[in-house]
């Protein structure tokens, strides 16, 4: 039985709007990426799993408990830091921050204090008067601080800077090593590609593509760009055997796409020539799934 079961989901705006029978299967421990461009369901999706929104037709169970009719008990489970952060009618961050570890029933503070050290968030601060990214922070803190079995997170350092965002990835990451399944959606495909066991596009409401980031660690194929000194060597190296999948003459540079078997093949031949550059194209999630939708489209 699958931890997290997503079943013929649909909810149903209108006009198109909304998501529309929606297969997903999440297995405990792992870690979900969602992507898709904005409107296309990705927020309505995790709060359908939150059990905010009651479905139109389809349903979603959480260890067997159906998020919509079960969602006081599911609730429990999760961690959640919203794309919309808003909070209650209190004075400051600790206010808030105790006021839930009370809710959740926590006896110690001792994870929220050890967050806060690592986000370097002031708690004293006046909930309505904090940065986007002070009140990034206090909902981090109150998401992780009950180790959660479930977090889910819609676009979590959106207003972090890159040293916070760093420090909130390695609290993920432990949190993940810890057990924790994990939903995530990200702009940032780099993100995801790090946290992620796999990644779910999402397009129009309607689930388009799911891959695995092992299978994008594992691709086959490295592309290389390579610009030679002079164009008669340029012209010499189109001649060789390789892949050439883009090439300009006037700065006497060509684009090669070549096995990873064949690497030392290539970089025996190019001892050959005198180059400008030799630089790799990785590839990349954000790749992949730019090819998946030019190849749809």
């Known amino acids: 039985m699958d931890y997290i079961e997503i079943n013929h989901l649909t909810k149903d705006y209108g006009n198109n709007i909304?998501?529309?029978?929606i297969n997903l299967r999440i297995k405990q421990g792992e870690a979900l990426g969602i992507v898709g461009a904005n409107g296309a369901g990705k927020t309505t999706l995790l709060r359908c799993i939150m059990g905010f929104i009651k479905p139109t037709t389809g349903n979603i169970t959480i260890e067997q408990k159906d998020t919509w009719l079960k969602s006081a008990e599911v609730k429990h489970l999760i961690g959640y830091v919203p794309g919309e952060i808003a909070?209650?009618?209190?004075?400051?961050?600790?206010?808030?921050?105790?006021?839930?570890?009370e809710f959740l029933r926590l006896k110690y503070f001792t994870d929220a204090n050890s967050i806060i050290s690592t986000l370097k968030l002031d708690t004293s601060a006046n909930l309505r008067r904090m940065s986007k990214g002070m009140k990034q922070k206090t909902a981090i803190?109150?998401?992780?601080?009950?180790?959660?079995?479930?977090?889910?997170?819609?676009?979590?350092?959106?207003?972090?800077?890159?040293?916070?965002?760093?420090?909130?990835?390695?609290?993920?990451?432990?949190?993940?090593?810890?057990?924790?399944?994990?939903?995530?959606t990200s702009h940032l495909f780099e993100e995801l590609e790090e946290i992620c066991d796999r990644v779910a596009l999402i397009e129009q409401g309607k689930l388009k593509e799911i891959v695995s980031t092992s299978k994008i660690k594992r691709y086959p194929y490295r592309e290389y760009n390579i610009s030679f000194k002079d164009q008669k060597e340029y012209l010499s190296f189109c001649q060789e055997p390789f892949d050439i999948i883009d090439a300009d003459v006037d700065i006497n540079q060509v684009t090669?796409?070549?096995?990873?078997?064949n690497i030392p093949n290539l970089l025996s031949t190019l001892k050959k020539y005198n180059l400008s550059y030799l630089t790799e194209n990785k590839y990349t999630l954000e790749k992949y799934f730019n090819e998946f939708v030019k190849k749809e489209s």
Request: hydrophobic share 40%.
């Open 256 to 261: 090669i796409k070549v096995n990873k078997k």
């Open 141 to 184: 803190v109150e998401c992780f601080m009950s180790k959660p079995k479930i977090i889910i997170l819609d676009e979590p350092s959106t207003g972090l800077d890159p040293l916070m965002r760093e420090s909130f990835l390695k609290l993920l990451k432990q949190a993940k090593q810890n057990g924790a399944t994990i939903i995530m």
């Open 87 to 101: 909070f209650p009618e209190l004075r400051s961050g600790i206010e808030f921050l105790k006021s839930q570890a």
């Open 18 to 21: 909304g998501l529309f029978d």
